[in-house]
């Protein structure tokens, strides 16, 4: 019971980390960020350009969509131009799968201590650059605790029981990607703690790839909630994000096997591989609805539009 009290408290020491990271990087940049989408996106490989960079940038896919739903709902953004923005998300937020990857443990005390001093300071910049430092120093002592608790938290009987649930069914894989992200409602959250049980050996790489499709769906909640009360072009755009998730994970669903076994390939660490199968996937599904997006947008306005209209 204590290590999987423990196992949350580092759950929640991510999510923490990763919020006061993104809000660093959102309050140094965000009006940036906000005239960079609205310029950049008269063409949807522009937009995915855009969306890939700022992603990146704020570490959070879910930010983005919900910037992109706020410039749609005050008019400076069409639905159609917001599918490019899209595809560049899920291609963005992988970025911060490869990073926390890296051993930095030497780091981690230094840039927690830096910032709790710059947070601190007066000057607003500098507090936004002390969030980045802890928020920073957070999302990677949480990852080294996901992995030395994903040993003993496997011995708990209804941890060891869901693991084999997991390893033993790939549907149950995704549905518990997609339902535990939406809870946390952060897709790198759960992708941590899947690298977590990966690197202790208790999870299968082909349950691993699975998770993560999950969670690539289950990441859209936010997209979803923030558009209630945004109009109809904001909706049209939350629809999309669902849509365009579902569709990637079911068309990559067939192969999950051959994916586990070419991950080897890619790295020696089964997270790296993880990380590396996270950033070939969303590039790859982005690419392939890239030269669709138009007739793409113009298929969710068919299914929901009558929706949006009644």
Known sequence: MVYLLLFLLFLAIFIAGMTLLRKGLFQLSASRMKNWLTIMTDTPIKGLIAGTVVTALLHSSSAVMVLTIGLISAGLLKFSQSIGIILGSNIGTTFT?????????????????IGAVLMVARNKTWQNLGAISFGIAAVFAAMRGFTFLADPVTSLPVVEQALANLNGSHLISIATGTIVTALIQSSTAMTGIIM?????????MDSAVAAMLGANIGTCITALLASIGAGKEARLTAYAHVWLNIAGAAAFYPFIDQIAEIAPLTAARPEVQLAHISVVYN??????????????????EFIHGKEERS
């Open 97 to 113: 799968l490869e990073i926390i990857t890296f051993n930095i443990d030497a780091f981690i005390v230094p840039l927690a201590v």
């Open 196 to 204: 977590g049980f990966l690197a202790e050996g208790t999870l299968r």
């Open 283 to 300: 590039i790859i599904a982005s690419l392939l609805v890239l030269p669709m997006a138009e007739k793409f947008g113009r298929m969710i």
